[in-house]
């Protein structure tokens, strides 16, 4: 049958595209891969040498990294090819791994000069070994602290008559005011206060020991009174300002600043004997004599025969208004009646409330933070005395560093070599009365015997207090007494 002319063969009239020419890279991987896919495996393995790096020589040289094997059953893209497996991405070269450094101890590097190291390891064993001493003399001082409130609790114990195996609440009522009886009580608050006593002296004998290398500066009398003060070159006067000792180190700190207040040392030699000069001192009639910086004063509280506590009241000082001040004051003989020691510390009584701002009362409340006055018999002399004086104070009323210091500056080269003058001329003016004659001083120190009938003269004025002792008292046994102290 004929073909019609309007019949058409499709197949026949099929033409393929037309694809671009592969790149001359694309090229040489098709024709390695055909050379390849030649071989089996068996040839492969069998293939020589010279056959394998011909072939790695073509690759490194065309930049591509091909498998020696590129199966054909994979699919293709580009002419029936993967390009994953023709342009394979170069493999970065493996970087070696961080090196990894072990830290050196804390506050150490690496010293390669062994002398260097030496060094730094002796200035180490230095540092270590006064951390050392420190610690020793912290846990050192524990101790005595530990040891003192041990003695302190049992004694408070024994008064109340409680055993040493008990806790100790029964000396606390429930509202937190004490359980023990009047007379009790009375002996804890003299404990209280002998332990203040025994701070304040503890104090005062590390600043006596101190030199001018700890920071005191020595005072001259003023050249316009040196010729009416003629005893002047036998007094040393020194001026230091430090902290109030009776506050923990740790209340300045959380204030952020420390405050110092003025301390005066005077080391004195007065010509005349112990028995007229604590004579003269222990009579309150002679305060106008030698210390026109007391107007008023009284007692507040005994608190035992040989303690008190007193107020006292001083007049206008230059540009500082007139101040009062609560004082406990603390007698003490020692050394079989040759010494005399007069403690104080400042302190508050609900008896005595104070008035703290500058111009609300006619009266501002000023401290007499600390002090003691040490009256010897002067060694080899029996007709002269030492007098070893420390005073600490704190004006109050708020008034300005500066005026502190300006008030401190124009009164330190006057007023301790008048008050030596003074003593001195009054001292040599006591008569001494025959029935008196040969009476020996008692020495005195704490205890809870209760004895009676124990003698005690003693006492003197000073900035901000008076306090005396003039005669015998009878001790009651509710009252902490003295006893004679053997050297």
Known sequence: MAQGPEEYDAAASYTPPRLPPPPEQLRAALSMIKARNRVDN?????????????????????????PFQIPVTRGFYYYGIDGDNIFQRPTEPPTAPEKQTVPSPSGLEEIEDPNKLIEEMTKSLSEFRSMTDELRR?????????????????LQKALAGIDDDDDGSELYNDDGTSALPVDAARRRRALQFESVASDVEQWANGLFGETEEDGWEEVKCSKLLRGRYTNHDSVKCYL???????RRA???????????????KVLATIDAPLEKVTRYLSNPDTIPEYNDLVVEHEDVEQISHHSKITWGKCPQILFIKPRDFVTFCHLKWKNNGKTQVVLN?????????????????????????RGANVISQAKGNKNQTTFQLLAQADPGGGLPAWAVKTATNTLMPIEPFKLMHQIEKGANSVTIPDETAGDVQTTFVSNMEGLSGVGIRGGLSQLGYA?????????????????TETD
């Open 138 to 154: 912290s846990l050192i001082a524990m101790e005595k602290q530990m040891s003192h409130l041990s003695q302190s609790i049992h």
């Open 250 to 264: 740790d209340d300045d700190e959380e204030k952020g600043r420390k405050t110092c207040f003025p301390c005066i």
């Open 240 to 246: 230091k300002w430090i902290p109030d000792a009776r």
């Open 345 to 369: 510390q400042a302190v508050d009584h609900d008896d005595r409330p104070g008035v703290a701002e500058e111009g609300v009362s006619p009266c501002c409340r000023a401290y007499a933070l």
């Open 42 to 66: 068996n040839s492969i393995r069998n293939a020589s040498t010279k056959e394998r790096n011909g072939v790695k020589e073509r690759e490194m040289r065309l930049g591509i990294n091909l």
């Open 467 to 483: 306090c005396f002792w003039p005669g015998r008292t009878e001790a009651k046994e509710s009252q902490v007494v003295a006893q």
